[in-house]
């Protein structure tokens, strides 16, 4: 249960992630360069400058799924000076230096500057672009889930299949289909990853694809083990002696009775499929930036580490880590949930 709350709370987090996340522009992808790799809780002051153009207003539907264009322009300072008809601003560049620059009071509309000062809380830090690590932590979820389920999907779609056809048809049909299975498995896992990925190019949907052809192979054993075992039951053989299709007898008697270690393995895949997602992407042919992705993160801060900001890659991977036991942890209670022997 304690796996299934925080799966959920990840899907929650996913669907709303543009709300929740501080940096709700496209992909998080807000950069303020001068202050790149800031510790967790960092606050820095901005001068809100107005843009060319007003943002819009309210939550539309892609800006709920995508995010809103950022039309204004964001100045770190560490300090201002209203005089005259003019607002001085100490402009951050780094630690040690300010840079004294001046604007116009009528710049902002009439309205007061000091409206548009504004502080920000960095509560996980910057990375070395100075995008909000937390922002790009949560959109990232929606990458891991969603390559889960996709390739979770394939899998089984692929696995269910040829498993079922190789366990109630044998003979030729079995020798085949499992000569393929034992094929598929002799190569090593990622190294069949990278090929499927350089074969279909790097991008989003193509690693979800890659991932989900490589999963296939452990649902199809199981599958077509199940149904060996069920094929010679008496309700099987009384829907033969009916004169049922043999589809019928397999998608309407044989596969439902069989569910429950397909969904077993299905959340050992899903677990699988976020670790093989982020490797890929930590290797540069995952995910491709600006996106986020948790192994992309990593990949980006993975030098801080032995630096004096080791959080900037370790948070994702504690994203990872949690996730995974998640799934791990729930497919281990279905096990135990669905064993008839207890």
């Known amino acids: 249960m304690l796996g299934l709350l925080v799966i959920v709370l990840a899907i929650v987090v996913a669907i709303f992630a543009y709300q929740l996340a501080p940096d709700n522009t496209p992909n998080a992808d807000f950069q303020t360069v001068e202050i790149q790799a800031k510790k967790p809780g960092y606050t820095q002051q901005f001068l809100k400058m107005p843009g060319t153009q007003s943002p819009d207003e309210g939550i539309s539907i892609k800006a709920f799924f995508f995010g809103r264009v950022n039309q204004h322009r964001y100045i770190p300072i560490t300090g201002y000076k209203l005089q005259g008809d003019s607002i001085f601003i100490n402009k951050y560049v780094d630690e040690d230096t300010a840079l ?33 690590i937390l922002s790009r932590l949560i959109i990232g979820t929606r990458v891991s889930l969603a390559v889960g389920a996709i390739a979770v999907s394939i899998s089984l779609l692929l696995g269910i299949l040829l498993g079922a056809l190789a366990g109630y048809y044998r003979g030729k049909t079995d020798a085949a289909i499992m000569w393929l299975v034992n094929v598929t498995w002799s190569i090593p896992t990622l190294l069949l990853v990278f090929a499927i990925t350089m074969a279909m190019g790097k991008g989003f949907w193509q690693i979800f694809v890659a991932v989900g052809l490589t999963l296939w192979v452990s649902v199809a054993r199981l599958i077509r083990g199940q149904v060996i075992a069920i094929k010679e039951m008496e309700y099987v053989q009384a829907a033969r002696a009916l004169g049922l299709s043999d589809v019928r007898i397999i998608f309407r008697h044989i596969l439902p009775n069989i569910m429950g270690p397909v969904m077993v393995v299905a959340a050992g895949n899903f677990a699988t499929a976020i670790i093989i997602e982020a490797g890929l992407s930590f290797l540069g042919i995952g995910v491709q930036p600006p996106q986020p992705s948790w192994g992309l993160m990593i990949k980006e801060n993975y030098n801080f580490i032995i630096t004096n900001n080791p959080m900037l890659a370790l948070v994702p991977g504690f994203a990872i880590m949690l996730l995974v036991l998640a799934f791990n942890v729930l497919g281990n209670g279905l096990r135990d949930a669905m064993d008839v022997k207890n």
């Open 100 to 132: 004294r620059q001046a604007y116009p009071i009528g710049q902002f509309g009439g309205n007061n500057p000091v409206q548009n000062i504004i502080t920000r809380k960095y509560w996980l830090g910057t990375d070395k672009f100075g995008r909000d």
